[in-house]
């Protein structure tokens, strides 16, 4: 059977860096470490006052082309994946194979280019999409491009502010990947919610408490819908887990709720058993869900009971020498990337992703052959959770990333420059941008810039040498 996955991958962060502890605590009064050890965060990337969704996707994707050496013809299908989308028409792939198409030879009008949009989980729907295209067939043995590409950009003074980021992940989709193929089996947790939305508007309306809750109950089906086709995950399956980080410290809840389900019923819940006891069984409170956000039919009593059992049981989990250690080794190398540049939406899960397969290739272990499990989640509200292979040539893949380089070279703003920058991505505040006159923060070389407005209020935009 023909393995489909990841070929390749490249990464471009916004060039200008929010330093959380140092810059935006103090402006704020706050303490540092409700960033650094709260939300796990260091700082966040922003665009440049030339960047974009668009630049920042398209100078990905470029950097993927040359890697790989890769020609417009190579590729069929080019879909972006983004929340930060500024036209209800013309999808951002348009522009993006318009700045590529300046730089080839070659043109993409035979590749279908579309938009999807489900927050922050379309980045990998997009690579669902181009899986189901090779797998029926229809590729004619050409590639996908999949670009997640967002600015993720809060109102000022939300709370959200303090996870904001920006940068694009630019992926290439094939037959025979080099880097990872995808299982066939793939589990969903979908409910209609309301907990981050942005109806026509630029900056998000979000529920940030109830948002974590929706997280985490979602993630939990999706791991049950994925369990009933896979068979049980066990700790031990996986090398890796990524999952969507809007911020490390939400992982870090996801995790010990996926480790407390792993370890149900085997013989690590055994020998915890001493130490923190069983973990609390739905029947013994007459509850029928598993918490957060459990649907039966319970009595309100029952289900606090079960609740306040359950915390008082995944407190003493968290600290068991036997969950430090899986969590030191299996998540946390997932956050590195993360922490440096904040929320990415649609491209932060496929941070994590090259984030653990980076620290092994740093750490020179041998992965090929072990697996991931890869759990996206986008609001409104879907989690999917899907198995990945890790192929004999990943090293060549991962060896030549520059992310690191990239984040160490941002612009480290100042509070004040931090509010201009904001306001002028502000699309609700009149910006001189195309009169030359807003202040860039970094030089752009060898990369696409934004370039002003064209008579139909389209964006433009040009390669600086
Ligand atoms: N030292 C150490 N820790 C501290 C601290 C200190 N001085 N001060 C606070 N903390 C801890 C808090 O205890 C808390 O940790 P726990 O949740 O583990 O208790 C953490 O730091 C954050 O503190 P608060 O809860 O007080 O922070 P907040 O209310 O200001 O904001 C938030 C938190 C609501 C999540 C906010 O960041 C937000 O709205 N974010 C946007 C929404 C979001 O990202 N939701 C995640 C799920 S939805 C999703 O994933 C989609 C997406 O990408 C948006």
Redesign the pocket.
Known sequence: MTEVGIDAIEIWTGKLKLDLPNTFAPAKGE?P??YT???GLNASSFPDTYEDIVTMGANAAHRLMEHEGLEPEDIGRIDVATESSFDNSKPVSTYIAGCLEGVYDGKFSHANKGERKF??VAGTQSIDDAYNWIKAGRNRGRSALVIATDTALYARN???E??QGAGAVAMLISEDPELVSLSTEQGYGSADET??LKPNQQFPS?D??R??Q??LARMREALEDFEGVAGRARTEDFAYIPF?T??P??VR?AALFGYRRMIRDTQQEEELADEIGRQPREEAFGVSGQGPESSGTESHADEEAYEEALNEYMDGLKRTDAYQEWYGRVIDPTLTISREVG?W?TG?VHLARTSALRTAFEEDRDLAGERLLVGS???GAQAEIHAETVQDTWERKIADLTIDQQIEDRYDLSYEEYERVHDVHNHDIESDLDQGEIEQFTDPHGEFVFDGWGRMGERKYRFVE
């Open positions: 303490d470490e409700k050890k709260g939300l927050a922050c939300d709370p959200g303090a996870t907990d981050f979000v940030g408490k948002s974590v929706v997280y969507h809007p911020f410290g939400m809840k929320n939406y932060s989640y986008g609001s």
